[in-house]
């Protein structure tokens, strides 16, 4: 696509629910990257993937998040056991060859009552 | 590890004036690149601006440039005859170059510009 796609742009979920944030890169992106940014910061590395494996997933908080991209396309992250602390809104990033820019998504805002 | 310290938590500045918001980083990397993102609150990450660290001269694009002081590890972004529709989040972020797999971006804290009439 054009850009950066991300679904959905709001989830409201109870604590302790599992939720799935998708990023759909721009075409022809290889790699693609996961922010969390909460309120009044600046974004946080989760994942990075290059094609479909995780290149690097130090970023990730805990084994609750877990993310995937089994085609090297689509990406999908998956928080388990959701707590208030989740709250953020989640960014998704692509790009192509080395040197190249990043071009973000919207971004998923994820609010856990 | 990487890190970028922005400062100035918040700014002012009045239409067609210039101002610039400051940006400290701390690497070990020879190779590192860059960046300045604008962030309005509807939330996309719009990039502005890039200085790779072997680049001579300071980037510009447009009403932007960046002012790379490598020495003193800055890199300010200045901004020439503001307009209203500048008024935003602005981050500074650094990535590493041509390493095998760290190519993320490192993120500062940012700064809110608000213009004033």
Same mark, same amino acid.
């Given at each position: 696509g054009a850009g950066v796609s991300q679904t959905p742009s709001n989830k409201v979920t109870e604590k302790g629910k599992y939720v799935e944030l998708r990023c759909d890169p721009i075409s022809g992106h290889t790699a693609l990257y996961w922010y969390r940014q909460s309120l009044g910061q600046g974004p946080e590395f989760l994942i990075y993937f290059q094609g479909t494996g995780a290149? #690097? #997933?130090? =970023?990730?908080?805990? #084994? *609750?998040f877990f993310a995937v991209r089994p085609e090297g396309s689509v990406s999908t992250l998956k928080i388990q056991r959701?707590? *208030? =602390? #989740?709250s953020a809104v989640y960014l998704c990033a692509s790009s192509g060859p080395a040197g190249s820019g990043y071009t973000f998504g919207s971004g998923t805002r994820l609010t856990v009552v | 590890a990487q890190k970028i310290t922005q400062t100035q938590p918040g700014m002012f500045v009045q239409e067609k004036e210039a101002v610039t918001l400051d940006c400290t980083y701390d690497t070990s990397d020879q190779s590192y690149g860059l960046f300045w993102y604008k962030q309005p609150s509807s939330g996309e990450m719009i990039f502005l601006i890039y200085q790779g660290s072997y680049d001579e001269q300071n980037a510009t694009e447009g009403r932007y440039s960046l002012n790379f002081q490598k020495a003193r590890k800055s890199a300010n972004l200045v901004i020439s /005859?503001?307009?209203? &529709?500048?008024?935003a989040m602005y981050f500074c972020a650094m990535r590493e170059l041509? %390493? &095998? %797999? /760290?190519?993320k971006l490192t993120f500062g804290t940012g700064t809110r510009l608000q213009v004033t009439l």
């Open positions: 290149a #690097d #997933d130090s =970023g990730l908080p805990n #084994d *609750r959701t707590e *208030r =602390g #989740d | /005859a503001s307009q209203l &529709g500048d008024s041509y %390493t &095998g %797999t /760290a190519s």
